[in-house]
């Protein structure tokens, strides 16, 4: 095996083998990844703390992105402020589905606009005002901005 590849199958094995271990087993390899001993957890949340770690260790972390938005997450949290989720992004190829007036549209998302019926679309919300015949935020319509904006659209 390389350098830097995972054995996958001996990682597999090992997850496999984690709820079968003795309790003093399992908090014996917390210790052996995490560098102290386990908190007052729960058999099934320790193992679960074990299995990820390890697959983290073999596979990598979390993506700097992904831990800069938990962190902020946490100062908003530890200040009292709401946390809200951030907008999941369309990605090209996605496919949206949105129900309006009992019809359903499908709108499938392209590098470089939308299509929808066969017709492409610079914008998603070219294609909010081609279903609506209003102007919309097309990422708003389609749900893509929070629960508040899709509650406000439904209720459009």
């Known amino acids: 095996m390389r350098r830097g590849q995972v054995d996958?199958?001996?990682l597999a094995a090992e997850l496999a083998g984690l709820p079968h271990l003795a309790d003093a087993d399992l908090r014996s390899r917390w210790r052996d990844l995490f560098g102290h001993p386990p908190p007052r957890l729960g058999r099934g949340l320790l193992a679960a703390a074990v299995a990820y770690r390890l697959?983290?260790?073999a596979l990598g972390g979390l993506k700097p992105s992904v831990r800069r938005m938990l962190a902020q997450a946490a100062g908003h949290a530890a200040a009292?402020?709401?946390v809200a989720p951030p907008p999941p992004i369309a990605k090209a190829g996605t496919c949206l589905i949105?129900?309006?007036h009992g019809e359903v549209h499908e709108v499938a998302v392209l590098d470089d606009g939308a299509l929808y019926r066969g017709e492409r679309y610079r914008s998603l919300s070219q294609?909010?005002?081609a279903i609506t015949g209003v102007r919309w935020s097309g990422p708003r319509f389609f749900g893509?901005?929070?629960?508040?904006?899709a509650d406000a659209a439904d209720q459009a």
Not at 144 to 149: C, F, R, S, V
């Open 98 to 100: 949105r129900q309006w």
């Open 144 to 149: 893509l901005q929070g629960k508040e904006a």
């Open 127 to 129: 294609v909010a005002r």
């Open 8 to 10: 996958r199958t001996a």
């Open 55 to 57: 697959q983290e260790k």
């Open 80 to 82: 009292g402020r709401p």
